[in-house]
């Protein structure tokens, strides 16, 4: 059975930093690409990051330069690294697994708050 299970989220300043953490089993990890959604009140669900089997990171441009998605493949988990936070970057954060654009599988999201 596979699960996704997100941590790491919680109420930081602007300009601070925060590492969220999806940890999963299954014994799926590495085989298909995972992605960190997040969606805002009032706003469609975005991709935010995606990193493929091979390691190929993406990102959407608002947060390129400020998030990094990475892989330990040994602890079957992904992280994101979201440094520089802005009010702007407030929302409930979801992992995904399997195809970037069409996920099969989700977590229950963790929830990130900038604000002063």
């Known amino acids: 059975q596979v699960q996704l299970v997100e941590s790491g989220g919680g109420l930081v300043q602007p300009g601070g930093s925060l590492r969220l953490s999806c940890a999963i089993s299954g014994n799926v990890f590495s085989r298909y690409p995972v992605g960190w959604y997040r969606q805002a009140p009032g706003k469609q669900r975005e991709l935010v990051a995606g990193?493929?089997?091979?390691?190929?990171?993406n990102y959407v441009n608002s947060v390129k330069g400020r998030f990094t998605i990475s892989s330990d493949n040994a602890k079957s988990t992904v992280y994101l690294q979201m440094n520089s936070l802005k009010p702007e970057d407030t929302a409930v954060y979801y992992c995904t697994l399997g195809p970037l654009l069409n996920p099969r599988y989700w977590g229950q999201g963790t929830q990130v708050t900038v604000s002063s």
């Open positions: 990193i493929t089997s091979g390691g190929i990171t």
